[in-house]
């Protein structure tokens, strides 16, 4: 099947830094990538829509100063979170759409983002 | 609109025992559904998905699911529980008919596979 990866894992940083997220497609274009955050023994919650070559699509609820995405390439999506506080500490989940009929999502082994 | 409902937040099994972890939804056309099985600290990983043909749909890890449409279920099953099955599973769904291709998936259930 279809591989996404992401980088880092995981991550630590201060209060008040940035940090940003990569999510690849290894083996397939993907036009369409998706972003979830997910807290401890909980569902995923998508944040935002990412295509490529414009602006993301965000859920409502969610900062989109906050949360930069940029989808600069069809295989490579960004995610940024600017200034991040301890409440941003969170396990962050990517995806890409594969195409075909059912357009099914590959999903990133995730990154566990840690602020102090 | 389109919704899931996973209405048992953990499952416990004894090893070799058969499971079935529940999953029912709700869209407007015709449903594509998924299940995914997650891993502590690791993505979602693909185990089976139904979008048209057979109810009965085989998977990865020798799961199973049964496509419902009466009863709009899309219940996952294995014969014979391992250990190693001890996860969270997520049911997914999105409707087939609709421009979006975003899913909506459950809140998940833990599954506990006792030896």
């Known amino acids: 099947g279809a591989v996404v990866s992401q980088h880092p894992s995981w991550v630590i940083c201060k209060s008040g830094t940035s940090v940003k997220i990569e999510c690849r497609s290894l083996?397939?274009?993907?036009?369409?990538m998706f972003w979830y955050r997910q807290f401890p023994k909980q569902s995923l919650m998508l944040m935002a829509t990412?295509?490529?070559?414009?602006?993301?699509?965000?859920e409502q609820g969610v900062e989109k100063d906050k949360f930069l995405i940029n989808h600069a390439s069809l295989t490579l999506s960004t995610l940024t979170v600017t200034s991040a506080h301890p409440e941003d500490s969170s396990f962050y989940i990517c995806?890409?759409?594969?195409?075909?009929?059912?357009?099914?999502?590959?999903f990133g082994p995730g990154t566990r983002l840690t602020v102090l | 609109a389109q919704s899931v409902a996973q209405p048992e937040d953990q499952v416990n099994v004894a090893e070799g025992n058969p499971l079935t972890v529940k999953c029912t939804y709700s869209v407007s056309g015709n449903p594509y559904l998924f299940w995914y099985v997650q891993y502590p600290n690791r993505g979602l990983q693909f185990l089976l998905k139904?979008?048209?043909?057979?109810?009965l749909v085989k998977g990865s890890y020798g799961f199973e699911a049964e496509f419902n449409k009466s009863q709009t279920s899309f219940h996952l099953k294995k014969p014979s529980a391992l250990v190693s099955d001890s996860a969270l599973y997520f049911c997914?769904?999105?409707?087939?008919?609709?421009?979006?291709?975003?899913?909506?998936f459950g809140r998940g259930t833990s599954l506990i596979v006792h030896p």
């Open positions: 995806s890409a759409v594969a195409g075909g009929p059912s357009n099914e999502q590959f």
């Open positions: 990412s295509n490529e070559g414009s602006k993301a699509t965000y």
């Open positions: 997914a769904v999105r409707d087939g008919a609709g421009g979006s291709y975003i899913p909506t």
């Open positions: 083996d397939f274009q993907a036009t369409t």
């Open positions: 139904y979008i048209t043909g057979d109810n």
